[in-house]
């Protein structure tokens, strides 16, 4: 493992402890509660206000209701729009959600550089485990940055460890195949079903194929 390698992985490891600070308003504590009350239109609407505001976490929100489409009218532009405001202000799911529409191209064409960005500001900023796990992902594969098993390790361990499916999934495929580490079938068979059962796809696919299915 190369000195600039060494470099990068400690200076992610380090950034790690680093906490973002977010400041809530009352237009956002009245939209909690509006929505906690079943008021949905007026939650929506103090949501966006609150947005407005400045405030990172009624960007999310309103993102995430958009996103969702279980309050409101689905629509992902708006969605993707309030996550991108949320994250330029430090929101880490924001950026790790952003991130996601980005990676799999499902609601815009797929952008891994801008993907990888989101999810670099979610896990090196945020501390986020999604965007450590995705961040590992994409380190792993080489997809959008230079390949690097060692930093994806790093990042998987990370994320692994704050209960993200896919840095799980990520850590047993190391350990199947015995890459950096100790190769351990059964324990990498253990975390593929616990990953599995916790949402990711992949884990699913690499339990199956594992089982002989």
Do not use: W
């Not at 209701?65 to 689905?74: E, L, N, P, S, V």
């Not at 989101?118 to 390949?147: D, H, I, P, Q």
């Amino acid at each position: 493992m190369n000195t600039s390698r060494i470099n990068k992985v400690f200076s992610i490891l380090l950034l790690f402890t680093v906490s973002p600070i977010f400041m809530f308003g009352n237009t956002l504590e009245d939209a909690n509660k509006a929505f906690d009350g079943a008021n949905y239109e007026k939650a929506v609407k103090l949501y966006e206000k609150s947005c407005i505001e400045g405030s990172a976490g009624g960007c999310f929100e309103i993102g995430r209701i958009y996103f969702d489409g279980q309050i409101a009218k689905t629509n992902f532009k708006k969605a993707v729009s309030y996550y991108e405001k949320a994250c330029a202000n430090g929101h880490a799911e924001s950026c790790y959600r952003a991130g996601n529409v980005y990676y799999k191209g499902d609601v815009q064409k797929r952008d891994l550089s801008k993907a990888l960005d989101r999810f670099t500001n979610a896990c090196v900023k945020g501390n986020n485990a999604g965007g450590c796990g995705m961040l590992g992902t994409m380190s792993y594969k080489g997809e959008g940055t230079e390949k690097d098993v060692y930093a994806a390790l790093e990042l998987f361990k990370f994320a692994s460890k704050n209960g993200d499916p896919e840095g799980i999934n990520g850590l047993a495929q190391m350990l199947e195949k015995g890459e950096v580490v100790k190769a351990d079938k059964n324990k990498a068979l253990r975390m593929y079903e616990k990953a599995c059962k916790d949402g990711s796809d992949a884990a699913c696919e690499n339990l199956y194929r594992m089982q002989g299915h």
